[in-house]
């Protein structure tokens, strides 16, 4: 048996962070401003746009499929109920080899819960493991507590365990997987 993180290849070794990041040979993060630059999805051969947000409009360019999911970055906002309508066309469009882009407005938070909703669903990955790739793919994730809250229920609906939970520190409810990073920046 091999890894969750056998099954994706090592793409660049240094990632983009304001541009397309390539999560996986199909699936793509952004912010809103990438999203809309004809040169990064022509490049990079995108065919399917999934735009969650409700403060960025897309540019529609011809041979690219849209889907619009009005989502919020609220932690009260609820993403778990797009994670597998998003990663089943995900993996359609990959299965009909094309690329999938998701991306919000800073492609920091509710683009980084979806695809690592995905590599949870279709990449059997953990998720910590999840979160871990895409972080090594795209430095600037960070989604924000709730979503994280809906990521665990959702890698429980998965897996019927779970990875990461919610704990308690000197800033808050937090991921464990940020618990190192709050300690060194409470030290400072």
């Not at 397309?20 to 022509?42: D, H, P």
């Not at 309508?85 to 800073?106: F, M, S, Y």
């Not at 938070?109 to 669903?121: C, F, N, P, T, V």
């Not at 059997?124 to 090594?136: G, R």
Request: charged fraction near 15%; charge should be positive.
């Amino acid at each position: 048996m091999t890894t969750a993180f056998t099954s994706i290849p090592v793409l660049f070794r240094n990632p983009p962070v304001y541009g397309l990041s390539r999560i996986t040979n199909s699936l793509f993060i952004s912010n809103g401003e990438a999203a809309n630059n004809k040169v990064f999805l022509y490049a990079n051969q995108i065919t399917t746009v999934i735009n969650v947000s409700v403060e960025v409009v897309n540019t529609y360019f011809p041979d690219i499929y849209y889907i619009h999911v009005p989502v919020t970055d609220s932690p009260h906002s609820r993403l778990y109920d797009f994670f597998d309508p998003v990663a089943d066309k995900i993996r359609n469009v990959e299965l009909n080899q094309g690329r999938t882009l998701v991306h919000c407005a800073a492609g920091v938070s509710r683009s980084a819960a979806l695809g690592i909703a995905y590599l949870m669903k279709y990449h059997s990955m953990t998720l910590a493991n999840a979160h871990a790739w895409t972080k090594s793919c795209r430095p600037i994730i960070r989604p924000n507590n709730g979503f994280w809250q809906q990521l665990i229920q959702y890698e429980y609906k998965l897996f019927g365990k779970t990875s990461v939970k919610m704990v308690q520190s000197p800033l808050g409810v937090i991921p464990d997987l940020y618990e190192n990073e709050i300690q060194v920046m409470v030290a400072l």
